[in-house]
């Protein structure tokens, strides 16, 4: 019965703060960071937006402006304009962690105030939850089609669900393999976890290349970049590309309010200014590569297929697509554990400092958001509910400008 008693639920007090007043306001993981475990350097940011970009997120962005019916050559600058203008925000943000070694929720006191601050915080929680679990499910994707590309006979494991689960047999086993892979993640420090990024960063963007490499060979460059014009004029044109840069700003402003919760890692100030470069490059290259390979998948199969892994889905060489596939679980894992589950640890050892520290608040989020939010309920039965959550950005701009 005592292990009931919430008393037991405390965090070791071998390790206090050094800064707070008690374990009631602070923890040890809200100190700034000690100079020997300041470890990031130039490279460790390179290699976190090179893994950051490539998740199947940025790969769908350019697909969905070709949508709204802008052309290759429009819907490119859009992305790298909002991607620099997003670069920026973060080396102002992130040279404040780097400065002064603390993460988003103990800075975001010094503008909003002890009390107000909570709202902020909370706000970065929820969302990071709910984007755990809906990244999770996108894993899951990309374990089916891994386990199609060995097993092909996986594909008709019969259903044991009613169809109200909204998920299938074979769906809630990949769901919970992938879930399974990136639990032992959370229990890396985030001083280590950088070296998950850098092999990140070397193998998903080489299979990536290969992916686009093969949609020039199967179709001409010229006809894999989509229509060079676009029927779109006047004030329809603006609006059209004001939207698609408004995506593009939009898909990071969450990490644009907490860098700080890596940049306090940073050897030294210096070391995270790379990152005006690295992200508008690397994002506008991802975008590059979703325009062709999507337009190539739609002279190929007759169908728009946003989606990677349902293009991936069509293709018959067996071994292609388990390594596509793997790529593609590298991706979402990196992007799960560095813009969702630490931000929401972070944020957590704020809210409960005495109970919860990062490693805690990591698993707390890959169960209320991995499980106790049913993402796939979500995803199939509350497209209002995943309109609202998208539109939550809208407080994360002022945020990120406080």
Not at 273 to 284: E, G, K, Y
Not at 358 to 382: D, F, K, M, N, T
Request: proline fraction near 5%; include cysteine.
């Amino acid at each position: 019965m005592t292990k009931l008693q919430l008393s037991r639920w405390a965090l070791d007090n071998q390790r206090p703060s050094k800064f707070g007043p008690s374990s009631r306001w602070s923890n040890h993981d809200m100190d700034p960071v000690p100079e020997e475990e300041r470890t990031w350097r130039t490279w460790d940011y390179i290699a976190y937006w090179v893994s950051d970009a490539t998740n199947a997120a940025v790969w769908q962005l350019a697909s969905s402006m070709l949508a709204v019916g802008l052309s290759w050559r429009q819907a490119l600058p859009a992305i790298a304009v909002g991607n620099t203008i997003i670069a920026i925000v973060m080396v102002l943000n992130g040279t404040i962690g780097a400065r002064l070694h603390v993460a988003f929720p103990v800075l975001n006191r010094s503008s909003f105030g002890f009390w107000l601050s909570y709202f902020s915080v909370v706000s970065r929680v929820v969302l990071s939850m709910f984007w755990f679990g809906v990244q999770t499910f996108t894993g899951s994707e990309c374990v089916y089609q891994m386990l199609k590309a060995i097993w092909p006979s996986t594909a008709r494991i019969p259903n044991h669900l009613p169809e109200s689960a909204n998920i299938t047999t074979v769906g809630l086993m990949c769901y919970f393999i992938y879930w399974a892979i990136q639990f032992p993640l959370m229990f890396v420090s985030p001083q280590n976890i950088r070296h998950f990024f850098t092999v990140k960063g070397i193998i998903v963007p080489i299979a990536w290349l290969s992916i686009l490499i093969w949609s020039f060979a199967k179709v001409s460059a010229k006809e894999s970049l989509g229509p060079l014009h676009t029927n779109l004029q006047g004030s329809k044109l603006s609006w059209a590309w004001l939207s698609a840069l408004n995506s593009a700003l939009g898909i990071y402003a969450t990490l644009a309010v907490n860098i700080p919760d890596f940049t306090r890692y940073a050897k030294n100030e210096k070391a995270q200014f790379v990152q005006i470069i690295v992200i508008p490059v690397m994002f506008t290259l991802i975008g590059f590569a979703g325009i062709a390979v999507t337009s190539a998948g739609q002279r190929l199969y007759g169908e728009v297929l946003w989606d990677p892994l349902r293009l991936i889905d069509k293709w018959d060489n067996r071994a292609a697509a388990f390594f596509a596939s793997f790529s593609f679980i590298l991706a979402t894992l990196g992007t799960n554990i560095s813009a969702n589950s630490l931000s929401a640890a972070n944020d957590m050892t704020v809210l409960f400092p005495r109970f919860i520290n990062i490693r805690r608040g990591q698993v707390i989020c890959a169960i209320i958001g991995g499980w106790v939010l049913c993402p796939w309920e979500i995803l199939v039965s509350a497209p209002g509910f995943l309109s609202f959550m998208s539109g939550y950005t809208v407080f994360l701009g002022p945020f990120a400008g406080m």
